[in-house]
């Protein structure tokens, strides 16, 4: 009997210290989660993706933007109609006027508060515009497009609102719906359990939950999706150490901005905030009675309250949460049975990333990558104010997937179809204002516009015809022999160059060189200005590696991505002074405080008298060369520039022109590098086209700068003649004091006159 007493004496005690040591265990993994708790709720407490904003419209009188124009901006931006537009986000149309309210928003230099505004349109465009009060308006910006976030590698994506920014309904009816005693609970709620463990039991299936709206912040914030026992525990106590250290008002808004709500590819949506643009295309502050309820619903359940894949099932449980949110008094009756009586109204989500433009934010990204850590991008809650113009991003698009479509039945082939890359700039401050990628323009994948480094063709030749410029041994006017032509090289083999044509078209001046493209003619003059003053001439324009100095580059024998041609192209138009390409105009914090402005950078690279000389003979491969055909499809008071480009076998075509206002390189080919069968005349040149002929412009016109002469000749001799003498006449610009022999095709006397002619003009 002592003996077992003994062993009792010893078990309790062993049993004691088992549970002691247990309970420090317990205790110091409570002190262990508390610290995670306080760590990482404290202070900010989201990873909060860069916003990356378009350049906002503005508006202003004599602006050439029809009436269904402005509507589609208004829509693009998520604005609502209204018969009495009186919220933020909404807008009247009657007839040709138009009644909105603007959005309070933050830009770089100002806080801009909501504000009413009309706008009164005509045939040319907007007329005139004036504010709530009556005042006119001289210019107005709309609030900028959000065209995308730099999100975590993990996906998580969202925006976060204030508390402010919340419709009082929306937390009332999480708690109706979700967890009624959340104002009195300590984070768990035992009878809530225990009455779903009895619901699900009788139901045979799990309809309903037991969480409180704590424990689904904890188990959304801190935890994976792991459903064991030892994780249940650990969320409950999470649950209660955070009732303990944060106000209700402080988890109710952590709910709202933290909780998963649907999904767009790897992209997950948290958040009540990306949830109503995701469905809604509009801000949370906007969202109305109806549309509050469906996002309540969709959070019980994502997948299963799909709106787009299971809109019947979602809209039963929107009404009966609608039902409940009017039982409950959260709302009056009437406003619920209205709401009950209103369809889904969700928006595709197709539309919602139509708005998300992946070449171009590839662009914004590597861009901030050389000034910010990635941290910063994907945490810091910056504003990204960009370059892109959202309307000429869609001209762009379009004439990309329009045109390659019409191409694909020209190319004969079944496996592959065509790509498609075009870059579009404004030349003066040398913005990045729209980029597509390839014909699949919302796919975020391989890069062409920045990555596909294809061999250029004929747009070399006005990098040469510059270098021939700038050497002061050539003009536009100068004739060229355009005859069979052998180098041997340094292995020992011999380059020997053809025409396109495989014909020699013997002397020929510059302009017809240029204009119809004649690689004999072209490569002669880059051997006689020499290899290595070619080479530098590719820098100055922009390129950042100088090509190899081999012959074959005077011919296009040089890969080099859309974005670089662009860059180089950019040069030309601007006269001669090099612009760095930005897409980024300027980064703001979460507050709204300026940390950088990309200021425009202008370097004078050529010499302008030169590059003038080159443009105009560019304006005469659009009137008389390989973009004549093209050219009647555009504005016939729109002047243009520009330059086809074909590489060896047909493997890929491009052209790159510019009005007065903007330039845009386009690039066509297949992937494989097979041949196309196609010229950049009749390949990407209908693409530049089609874009151009749709594009709010101004044409080309620049002063003839001082030294220079303008001057009529023929187009096929490069002889002097006034118009009208020969059947194709050509102006050109040369150096005053350039003798020119006159045409002798016009008539008795006519050599006589056209001395007396060209020594007026040139002296």
Avoid at 209 to 235: A, C, H, W
Avoid at 299 to 317: F, L, M
Avoid at 559 to 580: H, W
Avoid at 694 to 717: C, K, M, Q
Wanted: one cysteine or more; glycine letters at 8%.
């Amino acid at each position: 009997m002592a003996a077992r007493k003994l062993k009792l004496k010893k078990f309790l005690r062993y049993a004691l210290i088992a549970c002691g040591a247990l309970l420090l265990v317990f205790a110091g993994w409570v002190v262990y989660l508390d610290r995670i708790v306080i760590k990482q709720f404290e202070g900010r407490r989201w990873s909060l993706p860069a916003q990356v904003y378009a350049q906002p419209l503005e508006l202003y009188a004599g602006q050439q933007l029809p009436a269904d124009a402005l509507e589609q901006e208004l829509r693009r931006l998520g604005y609502q109609k209204s018969d009495a537009p009186a919220r933020p986000g909404s807008y009247r149309r009657r007839g040709l006027r138009f009644d909105f309210v603007a959005r309070e928003f933050r830009f770089v230099d100002e806080l801009r508060p909501a504000q009413a505004v009309s706008v009164l349109t005509g045939g040319a465009g907007i007329e005139r515009m004036w504010d709530g009060k009556g005042n006119e308006l001289p210019v107005f910006r709309l609030d900028p497009l959000v065209i995308g976030s730099i999100f975590p590698i993990h996906g998580e994506d969202r925006v976060i609102v204030a508390p402010d920014e919340v419709p009082a309904v929306l937390p009332a009816a999480l708690k109706v719906v979700e967890d009624r005693k959340f104002d009195t609970h300590w984070g768990v709620n035992p009878w809530a359990i225990a009455r779903a463990m009895w619901v699900n039991l009788r139901a045979g299936q799990i309809e309903q939950g037991g969480s409180t709206l704590t424990q689904q912040l904890v188990k959304s914030y801190f935890l994976d999706n792991r459903r064991t026992f030892g994780r249940k525990i650990e969320e409950a106590i999470m649950a209660v150490l955070l009732e303990v250290h944060f106000e209700k008002a402080d988890l109710m808004n952590a709910y709202i901005n933290e909780i998963h709500l649907g999904q767009e590819g790897n992209r997950a949506i948290h958040g009540f905030g990306l949830a109503s643009q995701f469905y809604f295309g509009k801000p949370l502050s906007e969202l109305e009675l109806q549309e509050i309820a469906t996002l309540v619903t969709i959070a019980r359940g994502p997948s299963y309250y799909d709106p787009r894949r299971h809109p019947q099932r979602t809209k039963e449980r929107r009404n009966h949460i609608l039902g409940l949110l009017a039982q409950f008094e959260v709302v009056p009756e009437a406003a619920a049975r209205a709401a009950k009586n209103k369809p889904l109204n969700v928006r595709s989500q197709s539309s919602f990333g139509s708005n998300y433009y992946p070449a171009f934010m590839d662009l914004v990204r590597r861009t901030l990558r050389r000034d910010y850590r990635e941290e910063d991008l994907t945490e810091a809650g910056l504003k990204i104010f960009s370059t892109l113009d959202p309307r000429v991003q869609s001209q762009a698009e379009e004439a990309i997937t329009a045109e390659l479509t019409a191409l694909d039945k020209r190319t004969k082939r079944r496996d592959a179809q065509l790509e498609g890359v075009m870059v579009v700039t404004t030349p003066q401050n040398g913005e990045t204002i729209a980029i597509v990628g390839g014909r699949r323009v919302s796919f975020d994948g391989y890069n062409r516009a920045l990555d596909a480094k294809r061999s250029i063709g004929s747009l070399v030749k006005p990098v040469i015809f510059l270098a021939a410029m700038e050497s002061g041994r050539y003009n536009s006017s100068t004739i060229v022999e355009d005859a069979p032509l052998e180098v041997k090289l340094t292995n020992g083999t011999v380059w020997k160059p053809q025409n396109i044509s495989k014909e020699f078209y013997g002397p020929v001046p510059l302009v017809r060189v240029l204009a119809q493209s004649l690689n004999l003619a072209s490569a002669r003059i880059g051997l006689d200005v020499g290899l290595p003053k070619v080479a530098k001439a590719f820098t100055q324009l922009g390129l950042e590696k100088e090509p190899p100095p081999y012959p074959s580059v005077l011919l296009g024998s040089l890969d080099i991505a859309p974005i670089e041609v662009a860059q180089m192209y950019n040069s030309l138009a601007n006269g001669g002074f090099r612009t760095p390409l930005r897409a980024v105009r300027a980064v703001v914090d979460d507050k709204g405080v300026p940390l950088k402005s990309f200021q425009l950078e202008i370097t004078p690279v050529a010499d302008p008298v030169a590059v003038y000389q080159v443009n105009r003979m560019m304006q005469t491969v659009m009137e008389n060369g390989s973009g004549r055909y093209v050219r009647a499809r555009m504005p016939k008071d729109m002047v243009v520039a520009g330059k086809t480009g074909t590489s060896s076998d047909y493997r890929d075509t491009w052209f790159a022109g510019f009005s007065g206002e903007h330039l845009a390189v386009v690039w066509v080919g297949f992937d494989d590098d097979k041949p196309t069968g196609l010229t950049g005349a009749n390949g990407a040149l209908a693409v530049w086209s089609r874009f151009f002929s749709n594009l709010e412009t101004r044409p080309w016109s620049e002063p003839v700068p001082e030294g220079l002469v303008e001057l009529t000749v023929d187009f096929a001799t490069g002889e002097a003649a006034p118009v009208g003498c020969t059947p194709e006449v050509v102006a050109v610009t040369v150096p005053q004091g350039t003798q020119i022999a006159p045409h002798t095709a016009c008539g008795a006397g006519f050599s006589d006159r056209m001395v007396d002619w060209l020594r007026g003009i040139i002296h």
